[in-house]
């Protein structure tokens, strides 16, 4: 049964917004109960067109018929014993020309709880470690035109979602890509932000830079006409896809910003007014 919409569940949550604590981001029941995120399965409805940069229409699942199960590490992302995937055969794509579309197939999503995909030092002491528990890490592998000419290998990170606060942000970036047909970019070698070479030198952590979107509790989001739960900010849709050359992809895309004219309340939910992170550096 997908979503988590029905009349009673609104109810309670109405009812429970009403007389709630004071919002903070050390409640992991602000903005809505965390339990209502339910197994926070991560999904991709359809890859959108390929003229905007082929974005996935991503949502975020209560439950489905798909199911965590425990994974070895991909790539050098996770870690030992806590590292879960599910696995879908395919996902629509749009239409390219005729009857081709950029649909995907062989997808494997993973996920990580409460500790960061790619082991970093930084997170070991004992308050960072206990920071990120509240953070959920995903991320997919997928065959672009599996079985034809142009088959290409996907290993991308998605988000980390705060289940504080129901924010999301983006944790890493490419270093690399390779440029395919239709004069679009495969992102390769992908790092995280504390350690990649475009990010390093800021010395943040993830989650200091402003939130890329956030998830509510029902589909009021429109993504290419696609309606989802996930709400991304313009601006993080336009660092995903900017760039014509090869030396502005690299420069630009998925790059993570600080933007001084966001919203400094993070608790407003609204895909056209970005906010910054509750847990920005003053």
């Known amino acids: 049964m997908k979503k988590y919409y029905l009349f009673a569940a609104c109810c309670f949550f109405t009812f429970s917004v009403s007389f709630?604590?004071?919002?903070?981001?050390?409640?992991?029941?602000?903005?809505?109960?965390?339990?209502?995120?339910?197994?926070?399965?991560i999904h991709m409805k359809k890859i959108t067109t390929p003229f905007k940069g082929s974005a996935p229409a991503i949502e975020m699942l209560s439950s489905a018929p798909f199911i965590w199960e425990q994974a070895e590490n991909s790539n050098n992302w996770g870690q030992a014993d806590k590292t879960l995937s599910y696995y879908e055969d395919v996902v629509p794509g749009t239409v390219i020309i005729f009857s081709i579309t950029n649909k995907i197939n062989d997808v494997y999503y993973y996920r990580i709880d409460g500790v960061h995909p790619c082991a970093l030092p930084m997170y070991e002491d004992e308050e960072n470690a206990q920071f990120l528990k509240r953070f959920i890490f995903f991320k997919f592998t997928a065959y672009a035109d599996k079985g034809g000419l142009f088959e290409n290998r996907l290993d991308n990170y998605l988000y980390a979602l705060d289940t504080h606060t129901k924010l999301l942000y983006s944790y890493g970036m490419p270093t690399d890509f390779k440029k395919v047909i239709g004069n679009n970019y495969i992102p390769l070698?992908?790092?995280?932000?504390?350690?990649?070479?475009?990010t390093k030198e800021d010395g943040l952590k993830f989650y200091e830079y402003d939130p890329v979107g956030f998830v509510s509790l029902d589909d009021s989001y429109e993504f290419f006409k696609i309606k989802t739960n996930i709400h991304i900010y313009e601006w993080w849709y336009d660092a995903i896809t900017v760039g014509k050359t090869m030396a502005e992809v690299k420069a630009k895309r998925f790059m993570p910003v600080i933007n001084p004219e966001a919203e400094r309340d993070w608790t407003v939910r609204d895909a056209k007014r970005p906010v910054v992170s509750p847990y920005r550096k003053q």
């Open 20 to 41: 709630a604590q004071p919002i903070d981001s050390e409640n992991p029941d602000c903005i809505y109960a965390k339990n209502l995120l339910g197994d926070c399965i």
């Open 189 to 198: 070698n992908w790092q995280a932000y504390e350690t990649a070479p475009n």
